[in-house]
């Protein structure tokens, strides 16, 4: 199993070189002018990724996730989530690395087989960053007017985590 492993990319790789060198594509001069493109994208959406990190780090060196944890809590024990899960609730959507430093955080000290440890992990594999996601993806296709898309992504990512936070706690 472990060979299979250790072999798939390479063997997928070279199917791919080969077959392209079989129709008669310019192998190389097509992966060239794919990194091109790639670099250029990277590029262009440099500055909102800038943009998008520096605002997240502004709001957790402030303090008001923490502030914002504390005036949550009341309402979400009312609907039975946990007073630990909503850094993470909050946080998950906007940065991907602040809540898989938080999630790191959390596992060490309530560790990985509990339910927190559980809805944790569930809730990272279950959403996405959402304005990570957006805006690299908008960036890229050089979309301006994203209309309903942030809302709809959103509901989408907090409908996840809120399903993980419940399935957890009923399994």
């Known amino acids: 199993m472990d060979f299979i492993a250790n072999i798939s990319i390479p063997a997928i790789v070279l199917i791919i070189v080969i077959t392209a060198w079989i129709k008669g594509v310019p192998v190389f001069d097509t992966f060239v002018e794919g990194a091109k493109e ?45 007073p630990e899960i909503i850094p993470m609730l909050i946080l998950r959507p906007f940065s991907g690395s602040a809540s898989l430093g938080l999630f790191t955080e959390q596992i060490r000290a309530y560790g990985a087989d509990t339910y927190l440890g559980r809805a944790l992990s569930t809730i990272m594999g279950s959403s996405e960053t959402v304005l990570y996601t957006l805006a690299v993806y908008f960036g890229a296709a050089d979309v301006k007017n994203t209309r309903h898309a942030l809302a709809a992504s959103l509901i989408a990512s907090y409908a996840g985590m809120l399903a993980a936070v419940y399935i957890c706690k009923v399994l």
């Open 38 to 82: 790639g670099a250029k994208t990277a590029f262009d959406v440099l500055p909102v990724m800038v943009g998008i990190l520096a605002a997240v780090s502004i709001l957790n060196a402030s303090g008001f996730i923490d502030i914002l944890s504390n005036l949550l809590k009341g309402p979400a024990a009312l609907v039975g989530i946990s």
